[in-house]
């Protein structure tokens, strides 16, 4: 007798997670933001690393003149970089905090309807998929919705928040 040990965990209702995705590519996967979340879509900065941040966070950019935390998904997620060739930096906000993700490619925004997504099965105690909001099905395939405001936690958001300093708040003299 087949017995599954996977189990549905829906943690958000199933209508909240019908909509417009952002696709975009981590190494051979494709993964959906919500596309409400996404401010933005810009080619790689320069990327001003900071000392003593998680090795996720790549560091700041200096977006027209704003600074933001640049957080790469791979290191986020455990997987190996391979220098894809058309990375990008997709600027989300995420509880309140405007940062940039670098993703390996951005595919499409797609309608998702509510019938073509199923629920993050359960991989034990030890997998955290918190941070999906489902798995949708469309053309064969199946992509990973995120859901962006669980990527980091509550502490980890608040460590990666450039604070402005005095001299960013005053504005300069002529």
């Not at 064969?140 to 960013?168: C, F, K, M, Y």
Request: proline letters at 6%; charged letters at 25%.
């Amino acid at each position: 007798m087949f017995m599954s040990t996977a189990t549905a965990t829906p943690t958000i209702p199933r209508l909240a997670r019908a909509g417009k995705y952002l696709t975009f590519y981590l190494a051979s996967e494709e993964y959906g933001v919500e596309i409400l979340k996404v401010h933005e879509i810009i080619g790689m900065l320069p990327i001003t690393r900071v000392p003593r941040t998680p090795t996720f966070v790549r560091g700041v950019i200096n977006l027209r003149g704003k600074v933001i935390p640049i957080i790469d998904l791979r290191e986020r997620f455990g997987m190996r970089q391979d220098g894809a060739e058309e990375t990008c930096i997709i600027v989300v906000q995420v509880r309140g905090i405007q940062l940039g993700v670098v993703v390996d490619k951005v595919s499409e925004v797609l309608n998702i309807a509510e019938g073509d997504i199923e629920p993050t099965p359960s991989f034990g105690v030890e997998v955290n998929t918190e941070y999906l909001l489902g798995l949708a099905k469309s053309e064969g395939r199946v992509r990973l919705l995120l859901d962006i405001d669980r990527v980091l936690s509550a502490s980890e958001a608040d460590a990666v928040q450039v604070v402005p300093t005095d001299d960013a708040r005053t504005p300069a003299s002529a």
